[in-house]
């Protein structure tokens, strides 16, 4: 009866295979509660059956004399354990210790191996946890650009914990991505997870184009550096633009929006257009003495940066177009916006009367 409680425990272990730190910890009490009652069982019996003859050993076991041996045993092991379970509690703690990486990526635990068994299950929890990534570096993206006009260590931090929580995010979703692909799936599912492989590339990058404006907005505060009141006019507008066409990329992918996906293509060129506007006016004041060479470097990065963000932005709007149009070509989709051009136009010149410089 002892030994079999101590067995029923693997199944637990078998389970909790995959699976988060507290699913561990459960099968960890199960098996240490079963183990520490059958040493103390033993123990007792070995010390009465030496002092006393035991006549129950003499008698055949019966159904309901099995059942009751298996109560006691269970009570008993309860009575023993209930003041115990603080101890317990550190024991199971140190078997089974908190992990960095899933600690902070909780929503990644949602990514159950044992649900590739049931894919329409599987590809939902990795739509959430992309969308979750996808919230994390539009976030990061925000503060980056706040870091520029308002920069401290904390926001620093905050911008490169959310630049590699990401990371993280891309490579556990995108290695559960390909175990998924490769289980017998619809159509439609394979057509989903290739969408959601595409993309997270797209917001992982956008993530680490974060950190770089961060680091110029380090390189900023470290050396010092001024910039003309007129650069930093022209950069608020372009930094409100990017803002912008990262949100109208996260709502296009998290909401399935198409008509936030129709509009960041055409806000795409705008920002194109306000990048080499504001190029050329930096070269026209330095050509004057007016910006120095240093500040004109780290200038020049960020604006490389802030048109790399609208770019991934294009192509996770283009992505999510190509999709509703049962078509996974993005150049064929951009010359079709392209073709309707009295709407792409109308946009176009609606995004440009908003970001002029």
């Not at 907005?217 to 001024?226: G, P, R, V």
């Not at 007129?230 to 992918?253: D, P, T, Y």
């Not at 806000?267 to 910006?291: A, F, M, P």
């Amino acid at each position: 009866i002892m030994g079999q409680n101590i067995g029923t425990c693997i199944t637990a272990l078998i389970s909790s295979a995959g699976t988060n730190k507290n699913a561990k910890r459960a099968a960890a009490v199960h098996l240490l509660f079963n183990i520490i009652g059958t040493a103390f069982c033993l123990s007792l019996y070995m010390i009465l059956s030496s002092l006393f003859p035991l006549s129950i050993l003499n008698s055949p076991a019966s159904l309901f004399g099995i059942a009751l041996c298996h109560s006691v045993f269970n009570v008993l092991c309860t009575v023993i354990m209930l003041p115990l379970s603080n101890l317990l509690e550190k024991l199971v703690t140190k078997l089974v210790p908190d992990s960095r990486r899933f600690d902070k990526d909780r929503s990644c635990t949602k990514l159950d191996e044992r649900l590739l068994a049931a894919p329409p299950v599987a590809l939902e929890q990795c739509s959430a946890v992309a969308c979750e990534m996808a919230e994390i570096s539009v976030e990061a993206i925000r503060e980056a650009v706040k870091a520029f006009g308002g920069f401290s260590p904390e926001l620093a931090r905050s911008v490169r914990t959310k630049e590699e929580k990401t990371d993280r995010f891309e490579d556990i979703l995108g290695t559960y991505l390909v175990k998924l692909s490769a289980m017998r799936i619809s159509a439609e599912g394979n057509k989903e997870a290739a969408k959601l492989l595409k993309i997270i590339g797209d917001f992982e990058r956008i993530a680490d184009h974060a950190v770089n404006l961060l680091e110029a907005a380090e390189e900023t505060e470290n050396k010092k550096l001024q910039f003309t009141p007129a650069a930093l006019a022209e950069l608020k507008v372009l930094s409100s633009a990017v803002e912008k066409i990262s949100e109208l990329a996260l709502k296009s992918f998290v909401t399935n929006d198409i008509e936030a996906a129709l509009s960041v293509e055409p806000l795409e060129e705008v920002i194109d257009g306000l990048k080499e506007e504001i190029r050329s006016r930096h070269i026209n004041r330095l050509q004057q003495g007016e910006c120095s060479i240093a500040a004109g470097f780290v200038l020049s990065d960020m604006l490389t940066d802030l048109e790399r963000v609208s770019d991934h932005c294009s192509n996770i709007a283009l992505c999510i177009i190509d999709i509703a149009h049962n078509n996974m070509n993005m150049h064929r989709s951009e010359r079709e916006m392209h073709r309707n051009s009295r709407e792409f136009d109308r946009r176009f010149e609606e995004y440009s009367r908003i970001y002029s410089l």
